[in-house]
Every structure is written in C-alpha cells, then in structure tokens.
C-alpha cells in the first residue's frame, strides 16, 4: 500500500526550568506534527507555552505527550501506577496542555503517551483502555497516537477515536513488529541511508524488513522522528527529500 | 446595601496521594462552590477527579484553586515567581481542572489563587494582573474570585472578567480592609457566634468591625468557609441557619 | 527455637508538610526501633527532624526507611529503577537521615527497605544486593532489615552487615514462607486474638501457620507493628502483654 | 593585604535526570574546590556520586551546596522558609552529600548555600543564623563559605566554625560590597581581561573597585569560578594563569 502522505512526529517541549533538552528551534520546521511534554516527565507550564508558541509559529500540529509522574527517571522508568491511575494522569496532563494551547489558539489534535507509559500501553490492555478512555472523555476528536500494530491502537478503535499507527525509521524491528531493544545490537540504525531506506520502504511499500529478515506488514501514519541526537536536523531533511522525490508529501496528524 | 443571596466558598480537594487533608465529604452538602486545588500545592489527578465527582454529586460550582509549585509548603510560602511564571502556572493548573471536569461534563465556573500566591496578588499589581489575564486567556467566562476590594479584583475589571469579592467570616479585619495577620492576637474568631455575628454583619450591612472598632464596607459576594478546623460544619450550618432566618439565600459564584 | 527476647519495629515519620500520617505519638511509648521516612516516599526534613527527637525522648532506635521516589504514590508503586539507581537513592536517604540523627546526638542503628523497594528486594539477587552494598558503603555497623528469609538477608550476609529477619503478625503467610498478597481474602488478621496469636508462635516456637495449614519455620528477629491503622496501639501494647506473660523481652535493633 | 594563595571554588552537580547542566568534566581539572547540589534545587544521588567520584580523581575538595527546595526555578527563586525549616532543609542535605561522599571515602570539607538561599543569608540575620547552626550541628568541623562580608560570615564566626570570604571575580561590586544586581548593566564582567583584572585586584590588593569608583576592602578566600558559561575554562585558566605570574597559590578551603 504505497501512501500519498505521511505526518513527521517529533516529541518536544522536554526542557524544564533552567535544564535545556532537545533542539526544538532547529527541528520544529521540519516536522509536521509535535508532542508536548506536559510536566510530569519533563516540560513545565513555561516551557510548554514557549514550546506552543513555536509550533504555532511553523503552522505544525501540535499534540499531547503524557508521561509517568517521574522527572528524574525521564518517564522512561515503568511505574505501577494502576490504570485508574493512568485515566485520572491522562487527564490532567491533557487537559493542562488544552489550557496552555487555548491561551494561543491553538488547537490540540492528538495525544501520545511517552516513553515507559508508551511501551506499557503497547502490551498492556487495560493501561491502554486506560489511556484511550481518558483522550476520549477529554475530547473525542483527538487524535490517539500508538505504536503501530499495538494495543493501543485497538483501544483506541475501541473507543471511536481517531488513531494514527506510529512507526520508527531509525529503529530495528522484530519479526513481531515490536521494536528490537535498545540494549540489542542493530536496534538503531546509525546510518542516515539506512534510516531513509526503512522510511521508504515503510511509506511506499507498507511494511519493514525485520532485522531477521523478514518483511513484516506495516501502517505507516505517522513516522517519529528524534530530536534529541546531534544528527536529528539531518535525518529528518534526508527524510524529507527522500519522500519528496517519491512525490510523497507530509501532512500533519488529526485531519481525521 | 443588603444582599438578598450570598456564595459559599470552600477549598477542597488538599488531599495528595496517601495523605488525606480535609473533611471534604462532610462540608460539600452545605457549600454552593469549592475550589479544587490542582496540584502544586495539593491535589493530585485522582483526588482531583473525585473531588468533581462528590462536587457533582451535590450540585456545588467548581472552580480551580491555583497555588505556588511547593507541596511541602502546601502554597503557603511567598515564592519569587515573575509574573510570566505565575501567568504559566495559573494557566497550567486551571487547564488540568479543566481536562478534569469535562470528563465528567462539568462545568469549571470560577478561579481562586491559594494561599500565598492568594495574598500576593491582594497587594501585588503585576501579579494580579498575570493571574487576571491568565484566566481570561484560558476562558473569558470564568469569574474571579479575590479578596474583597483587592489588586487582583481591580486586574480581573480591567480584563473584562466576572468577579466575586470574597469575604471570612471566622477572620478579623483591619481598618484597611485587610485581614489581621495570622500571628497577631484576636485574627482568627474562634467562637461559633462571633462568626455568625461577622457573617451576617457583612451580608446583611454591608461592612464589617475592623478590630480597632471602625466599620468597614466590604462587598460579600462570596464567603470562604474554612475546611480544615474541626469545628468546620458547625460553623458552616451556623451561618446557614442563620442566613436563613434573615432570609439570605445561597447561591453559587459564576453565576454573572 | 524459643527466643529470649525480640524487638518490636514500626514506620514513622511518614507525615510530610502539612500532611499528617500515622500516630507516632501514640505508638512510639510501645515500641523498642522506628524506621523514619527519609523524603523520597514520605517524610520531609522537619519531620524527620521531629521524628528522631520523639524516638530519643522515648529511648528508641532510630533506623532510616529508604523508599522509591514516588511521593504520590507513597513508595508503594513499583518503579523501574535501576540497581544502580536504587544504590544512589539508598545512600542520599541513609546520608539523609544520618545528617539529621547527628544534630541530636541520636545514632543510626539500621535502615529497612520501604514498599516496593521493600518488596522488590524480597526476590530480586540484584536490586537486594545494591541495597546491601548501599548500606555497607555508608555505615558498615548498620544492621539491615528485611523479610525472613528473603534475598535481601542473603545479600546483607554476604556484605558481611548485621541483618534482621522482620516478621509480621498482622498479616497471613503462604506456605513458601511469602506473605498472602493484600487482594486476596484472609491477607490481613483484623481480630487483636489472631494477631497475638500469631506473635508468639513465632517468637516462641520458631514458626508460622501458613494460610494452607503448614508450620514454616522463621526467625522473628524483629516484629513489624504497622502504625496507620486505628487499632495500632490496642494491638502492639496486646502483644507486648502476651509476651510479658511469656517472659520474652523487648529489645531494640542494632545491638549486634 | 597580598594572600600567598586562594582557593578556586565551583558550583557543579548540576544536572538531574537526563538533563545535563554545566561543564564539570572541563572545569574540574582547574578548581580547588567544588560546591555540590544537593538535589533541592538541582542535582540527584546519582549526579552527585559521579560528581563527588570526579572531584576525588582530580583531588578537589568536596562541599555541600543546599538549596531552596525548588527544582524548576533552580533555587534561583526566594521563598519564604521559616528559619527553622532553612535549618532542616540544610541538615537534609548536607547530610545526603555526607553519605555520598563517605561511600568514596572522601571528606566533605564546606558548605556554601545555593542561589536565592545563598542571597538571603546575605542579609537576613536569621536565616544565615540557621544556616550557620544547621552545619555546625552536622559537623562543626565544616568550613562555612559566604558572601564576603556578609550576615552568613557572622553568623558562622559566632557558632564557632571555620568561615571563607567569598568573592568574584567576574561580578560588579557596589560601594557597599554588595553585588551590582544582574539586572543593571555592567553587572557582569564580559572581558576575560576584566575578570582577570579583578581577580588580581582581589587576591593581591585586598580590595575590589566598585562600579562607582570606590576602593572597597574585601577578603578574598575563595574566587568564585561559574561553571555555566560557555566561557568558563578560559577564565579559570586565565586567572590562574595570572595567579601564578604573581607567585600567589592556589589552595583549597577547609584547610582551616
């Protein structure tokens, strides 16, 4: 299935107070679509009105990114938290951003858990019934961002919401369509070509070549790109000329 | 200038995580508005979405209580924040309340500073004025509560917003209008039928007995109810009986 | 094995701001060692420092109670923490709380896991040894307490620290020598007989009933007294009678 | 008065979490002492246990540098602590550092307050009062550094510990040895000249020539080196570089 357009990601906002993180003035004119710490695993009130005021500035989409309540650990670390309590962080973290966009005008148009919360969503049932309930009665026409393939995205179907699968053009995947772990070798590809080459194949050909081989289906709506590497402006132009030449255009996320 | 109906005010919703604070279930039958703190000082996404739930449950307005960034203070320590930052942080903290009570598909009606960030903006006018225009920003109808006759009623006029005067009744006054300090002997009324006394007198006159004796007007849009004391229902059911033998209703704020 | 006395411990020091857990008061008379919250769960410098005056006004040992840093969810919510990170976090409370001791003159006798943490090094070889390494690495005289028998005692012998075995008389055992998990039915004793009951069979005879009938053998170095519940007191000082009449002592941590 | 020699001092142990702060890896190699966050206002166990491991390659002395309980404003921001909490909140820290740096076997030799914290006991009495009893009573061999001239070089001189005169060498000094506020121009020395300029003036003259002109007497302990500028290895080693021109040493506090 060869798409005619695709949305470029990034996470963003990951500063907070005086510690700087990521390098969103260089990459926000790249992307078509953002995700908004929103305080609990980085990102305060401050840096997510600034982080707004950029995006609002490049016309790029501009979206929730809710985390684990767990600055130090980054939100990368799994917490326990039940999935009430996922609803009830959901929530908050949501509704905190709304605010901040409505203060510009903005609107909010989809919503991405991050890091462990992420990963938790991709396995876990309930914590993903959890997250796509709480974008739901937040407001049904966000758009729920997951893991292509995952639990996630069943819950948001589930739910009637909007949902974009995510892939990764820098990342080795398994056989399963799961990500080959960090702590793996192969599992990030280094390689700018390689990078491109797996974006292309995923776009134009809907599926990835799995580091074992073989060629594993794939929905490809949204492609992540990381803003945290010294390569990442690099990657993501690369990226962008690649698409172009295939006469494959981007376009940002909730236009569903 | 006789009030035909009077708002009672209470904060809620100071619980954190395992740590209980208040006696919320048992004052919400008597009040008409609660201020739901959000957060930084108290409160947390789940004692937040519960604290909406028992406010439903009783028909009572919700507002958002925003405080300081320091929960081990609970809000009550002066902090240096720039008024940017306090803009941010109202900003944050009602957008959350906000993200909560659509959930439930209830309305958010006012806005209340807490504690410090409360008594900063009574005399501080960049302050007032940042908190004025956050809650505009976020939503022009919500109304704004403050200390009666203070700096941030004056910013909430001149942003174009609703606004409730707020009065205690348990609280001494000086001649100035505002409340004897803490510290000092006499500020804090702790007999029921002096409270009841100051309650009807500004209610009912229009002014109240500054502690050196002279009368003070004073507009009781709004009456906090403190909900902290043990004695707090009985104060609280007092003051209704005895409104109500003047035949003074209760009302709900954001009524305007 | 009949013991000749045993130390009878509890959690304090779990109030935070203006938060207020537990009955330290009221149990501190009762019991011979406290473990005291040192930030990351509960607790905060004040009332830590409050904490170990009433132990020293009381003749009790003071221990430090290192927990996960999850204020919300009061260390009791599993967190991915590194082995290494639980080294850090262990070391920073115990330093903590030691800086604290030091202004009164008050010694550190022992340091116990709090919650999960507590829990995770029951059965986790790795995260029992960074603990066991922590406590080494600051005091080698600190005694390490943890669940009889689990892996935490084997990782404090093996870094040659004095250990205690921590039983509990409140709560029903398993037949692998495990406490029955809290959701399921017959967890926790309610009735003060059962609980009396269940001390002294430990104490005198070496052994616990399991809930499926068989005896498991224990060592009751020292008896966990939970202090959040309303029956705290009526419990402890029932099981202090019970082994008075046994002639079994009480006896504080950390004398070895 | 010419010194024979001044110690070098930098705040280092910035960082948190992921977010990186400061360039102590350049920057050891040149100071004789570093001042380490604490994890109030930045820093974290594990920040500080690489720190501490840094300066003992180096051979630097090691301090504890606590902070306002506020990560988001880097401690840069004044809040209304009672001095007793100061107090605990110093206890707490210095302590956590202790237990950091006895796990690597290396002494903590001073204390310096941090930022806002750091100002305030410039001039308030009380507060540098329980900063000075807080290290006392950890520690009384702990050297104490301030401002200078200032309420906190009293305060320790009357509790008995060893004090430092801190000065910089890159900040503008009124007629009254207070600092030229960072909000006025000039504040700031710019010129690596200047910097050095002053330092000399400082460390060989005993005196400082403030913005207007005046020769102010000062003792120079401790040159206060930033590690946060892009900068600050090429002025530290400037200053050194000058230093050692006059024949004067370089030395680290505690030696007292």
Known sequence: MRRSYVDLNCDMGESFGPFLLGHDELLMPHVTSVNIACGFHAGDPSVMRRTVALAKAYDVRVGAHPGYPDLAGFGRRLMGLSPDEVYDAVVYQVGALLGVARTQQVPVTHVKAHGALYNAAVVDDRLAAAIARAVKDVDPALCLVGMCGSKIITAGEEEGLCVAHEVFADRAYQANRNLVPRSERGAVHMQIERVVE??????????????TGERVPIIADTLCVHGDGRQAVDF?????????????????????
């Not at 993501?236 to 569903?256: N, Y």
């Open 198 to 211: 797996q974006a292309l194949e995923m776009v134009t050909l809907g599926y990835v070549t799995a580091i």
């Open 236 to 256: 993501v132009r690369a990226i962008r000329t690649a698409l172009s030449k295939e006469s494959i255009g981007v376009q940002p996320l909730g236009a569903c």
